[in-house]
């Protein structure tokens, strides 16, 4: 039915009850149901299809080693297939085996020819794949086929350089000894890679051809593989045919950014020579010290940062070596002398230990012999006026006169020895303040009595003292103007007042 029949006869429908509803719809439903096995009975057989997808006997042979199904490779092998395929990325059966450690699988891809030194896109063999998995029994296994002990992959290791296990490294130390390996062999064909591509260099210097030409696909230069894989005699050849160390690839990447990222300083200071930009951005905006989690690598390119930026900013123009340079530019005087002058005791490493000081005291013409004078006038003008007892200060005073005189006599024989007699002095001498303070009694006093009167009370007392001794007093001779004693310190002994 169309649609135009089934809205004609809906008024129809709606007359019906539920159950005649239902019973309408099945009866259609199993007409539908019969044009349409009519129909599909009057159709003509459909054509046989063809599979769409096929895969290659390669791809077959690695998805079987893949799976380990060891039936499967060698009927492969049996019809022909190549031993040696790979994928995109240079893995070949053999590759796969070492990796699974496959022993079957192994014995019969030797058997029919498999190369065992093949290589990958990062020159690994499969002794490489096998020693750095520490499966002996493949490794045994190559090396009974004449494996490359000595193969190096992109990467400079050879296979014991992987190894970790210490069997497998013994087998493999055990069969270089046994093939007569030594450390120059080792090391010849270490650097055979470098010496390859400095041959080929330059054999294109000589033919005239640019050595800065680019990869199609990544835009880099050899001078970024050179950089990448260490190869200094490389990149030293390069640079000195004024290749630029700017040149930068499809990510905006120097070479030294590919120097810093695979960690060879070596590559990073030569580059720096030539120009490089050690603070260069790559196209994420990456430093080379941000490319970098060697620490050796990073502290080469801090050094080198910061020796970029002192040469920049010149000997007086930031903040390194700005002492220096003033010290070296400061106008010297005529009695100045050129050499460093002697460094003092406190401070032994001070440029201005030859610098000679003066106190307060000793530039306005204050001696020591003024000073005691001073102190005997301020306590004989208190004796006389307070009529106290200074003989409990007389220990004090005769201390610090002998003090002062102890320090006067250092002082001079430092003086002979090439000491600083100003600088001793101004070490030992009393505090400013006591000498105000005492300055200041000293005003009050006189202020208090006059002169005659200080006499006449001076007359008596000496008149009292000599009735109540017996004999005169003795100047010590040590005390210059200091304390009367009878036999050197009696007087003040006896806590007598000391006049």
């Known amino acids: 039915?169309?649609?135009?029949?089934?809205?004609?006869?809906?008024?129809?429908?709606?007359?019906?009850?539920?159950?005649?509803?239902?019973?309408?719809?099945?009866?259609?439903?199993?007409?539908?149901?019969?044009?349409?096995?009519?129909?599909?009975?009057?159709?003509?057989?459909?054509?046989?299809?063809?599979?769409?997808?096929?895969?290659?006997?390669?791809?077959?042979?690695?998805?079987?080693?893949?799976?380990?199904?060891?039936?499967?490779?060698?009927?492969?092998?049996?019809?022909?297939?190549?031993?040696?395929s790979h994928n995109e990325d240079g893995l070949t059966p053999l590759h796969q085996c070492a990796i699974d450690n496959n022993e079957r699988i192994v014995h019969l891809l030797l058997k029919?020819?498999?190369?065992?030194?093949?290589?990958?896109?990062?020159?690994?063999?499969p002794l490489h794949a096998a020693a750095c998995c520490a499966y002996i029994d493949i490794v045994r296994l190559l090396i009974a086929h004449d494996a490359d002990l000595l193969a190096v992959n992109a990467d400079g290791?050879?296979?014991?350089?992987?190894?970790?296990?210490?069997?497998?490294?013994?087998?493999?130390?055990?069969?270089?000894?046994?093939?007569?390996?030594?450390?120059?062999?080792?090391?010849?064909?270490?650097?055979?890679?470098?010496?390859?591509?400095?041959?080929?260099?330059?054999i294109l210097h000589q033919r005239g051809l640019p050595l800065d030409q680019r990869n199609s696909i990544d835009k880099s230069t050899f001078l970024h593989i050179a950089a990448a894989n260490g190869y200094y005699d490389v990149a030293a050849f390069l640079l000195r045919c004024?290749?630029?160390?700017?040149?930068?690839?499809?990510?905006?990447?120097?070479?030294?950014?590919?120097?810093a990222s695979w960690n060879q300083?070596?590559?990073?200071?030569?580059?720096?020579?030539?120009?490089?930009?050690?603070?260069?951005?790559?196209?994420?905006?990456?430093?080379?010290?941000?490319?970098?989690?060697?620490?050796?690598?990073?502290?080469?390119?801090?050094t080198i940062a910061q020796t970029e930026a002192r040469r920049r900013r010149g000997p007086g123009g930031g903040y390194f070596g700005v002492r220096d340079s003033r010290r070296q530019s400061r106008k010297r005087k005529k009695f100045e002398s050129p050499q460093q002058p002697p460094s003092t005791l406190?401070?032994?490493?001070?440029?201005?230990?030859?610098?000679?000081?003066?106190?307060?005291?000793?530039?306005?013409?204050m001696s020591l012999a003024r000073l005691e004078a001073q102190r005997?006038?301020?306590?004989?003008?208190?004796?006389?006026?307070?009529?106290e007892d200074l003989s409990s200060n007389a220990p004090d005073s005769l201390t610090a006169g002998s003090a002062y005189l102890n320090n006067a006599s250092a002082s001079s024989s430092s003086a002979l020895h090439g000491g600083n007699l100003h600088q001793q002095q101004r070490r030992e001498s009393p505090p400013k303040r006591a000498i105000m303070a005492r300055s200041a009694s000293h005003q009050k006093q006189k202020q208090q009595m006059s002169p005659d009167e200080w006499l006449k009370k001076l007359e008596a007392d000496s008149a009292g003292f000599r009735d109540n001794d017996g004999e005169d007093g003795e100047l010590h001779p040590?005390?210059?103007?200091?304390?009367?004693?009878?036999?050197?310190?009696?007087?003040?002994?006896?806590?007598?007042?000391?006049i």
């Open 1 to 84: 039915m169309d649609h135009q029949s089934l809205v004609e006869e809906l008024p129809e429908i709606e007359k019906l009850s539920p159950q005649e509803r239902i019973a309408l719809a099945r009866e259609r439903r199993a007409e539908q149901l019969r044009q349409n096995a009519t129909r599909e009975a009057q159709l003509p057989m459909p054509a046989q299809r063809r599979p769409r997808l096929r895969f290659t006997p390669d791809v077959a042979l690695l998805e079987a080693t893949v799976r380990g199904d060891a039936q499967e490779v060698e009927r492969l092998l049996m019809e022909g297939v190549n031993a040696d």
């Open 112 to 125: 029919y020819g498999a190369c065992v030194n093949a290589k990958d896109t990062e020159l690994w063999t």
């Open 157 to 202: 290791n050879m296979p014991y350089d992987i190894c970790d296990d210490e069997q497998t490294l013994d087998l493999i130390e055990s069969e270089m000894a046994a093939r007569g390996i030594t450390q120059e062999m080792i090391d010849e064909r270490r650097q055979q890679p470098e010496k390859e591509m400095l041959n080929d260099m330059k």
């Open 242 to 259: 004024n290749v630029s160390p700017a040149l930068r690839d499809i990510d905006l990447w120097q070479p030294i950014h590919a120097a």
């Open 265 to 302: 300083p070596d590559l990073i200071e030569l580059l720096c020579e030539y120009g490089a930009d050690i603070n260069a951005k790559t196209g994420a905006g990456e430093s080379p010290l941000e490319l970098t989690e060697d620490e050796p690598t990073q502290q080469v390119i801090r």
């Open 346 to 365: 406190e401070n032994p490493f001070s440029a201005r230990g030859a610098i000679r000081r003066q106190s307060l005291r000793d530039r306005s013409g």
């Open 376 to 387: 005997e006038g301020s306590d004989l003008i208190r004796s006389y006026n307070s009529k």
């Open 478 to 498: 040590e005390l210059k103007g200091g304390q009367r004693v009878k036999g050197g310190v009696g007087g003040v002994g006896r806590g007598q007042p000391g």
